[in-house]
């Protein structure tokens, strides 16, 4: 049996869009990977749990429950949590400065690194023009965002048949769309000008599901990426530096979890550093 790997410390972990409550979410993933990576804080940068799923269809396996539990133990274990709610989790927008169970809900931060870097950490959708303007398109865009996940599923069952790694068709299918495209790289660019206005180094935010270190026009940004196809999260050690790490296969899963569906299979983690400055 391969021996599981020692559990990493970082000083900080940026994750976002679990999205709790929606069948495509990766929890036991993340369960895994929180397993094997600490840090003295974590921030959730929105879209934590996917509120819109469940108001449709009430979905909350133990997986979920699991999540939740394990990020309230480390609240009361010393490890600062701070909660930014995203488009799918608003309900928490009318809560800002409330703890619950340990875990701060604020709307947006200001995150010093150890390097002395200030970063704006936001989820997003606040730059969306779809969600702000066309709630009844970005709902429906969500639908059919479900279609590509459940699309993504039946690729990786045939894949993995076939003995071949994980890999994203909903993801590579994003990046095909030149309209899709195109409204990344409009988001990079309207959330790096945000950055600018309130003087900050960087941004890190999440909510397009597009993971990503870069630097733009003398601004540093950091896009989380997601738990529901790519599994990222950034890491910033005790250097300053940021790290986007890929967890693309569970070290060791609890047996239970091991019986899941073979809908997931995956490739072995990779980590990639941030480009130097």
């Known amino acids: 049996m391969t021996k599981a790997p020692k559990a990493r410390q970082f000083r900080t972990l940026f994750l976002s869009d679990i999205h709790l409550g929606s069948r495509a979410a990766k929890a036991d993933w993340l369960i895994d990977f929180l397993r094997h990576h600490h840090a003295d804080t974590i921030i959730l940068v929105g879209d934590i749990v996917d509120g819109w799923r469940l108001k449709r269809n009430w979905y909350w396996p133990q997986d979920c429950n699991n999540v939740v539990q394990k990020l309230l ?4 274990k010393g490890t600062r949590i701070i909660y930014i709610p995203g488009n799918h989790d608003e309900f928490l927008r009318d809560f800002p400065g409330t703890h619950f169970g340990g875990i701060e809900v604020e709307l947006t931060t ?49 894949r993995r048949r076939l003995g071949l790694p994980y890999w994203s068709f909903s993801a590579w299918a ?25 003087d900050v180094d960087g941004v890190i935010c999440g909510h397009i599901h597009h993971a990503v ?10 896009n989380t990426g997601d738990w529901v196809e790519s599994c990222t999260a950034v890491a910033e050690d005790y250097d300053g530096e940021m790290h986007l790490i890929e967890w693309r296969q569970p070290v060791a899963l609890p047996a239970d979890l091991k019986r899941r569906k073979a809908l997931d299979a995956g490739e072995a983690t990779s980590e990639k550093p941030a480009k130097a400055a």
């Open 110 to 158: 200001i995150h010093e690194a150890a390097d002395g870097r200030r970063y704006l950490v936001m989820h997003g959708d606040e730059f969306d023009v779809v969600v702000r303007h066309a709630r009844m398109l970005a709902h429906l865009g969500d639908w059919a965002y479900d279609l590509a996940i459940f699309v993504n599923r039946l690729v990786n069952y045939g």
């Open 213 to 222: 270190i870069e630097d733009m026009d003398g601004i540093r940004y950091i």
């Open 73 to 76: 133990r480390q609240a009361r």
């Open 174 to 198: 994003k990046l095909q769309v030149k309209q899709a495209v195109n409204f990344i790289g409009e988001f990079q660019r309207v959330v790096v000008e945000e950055a600018r206005k309130h």
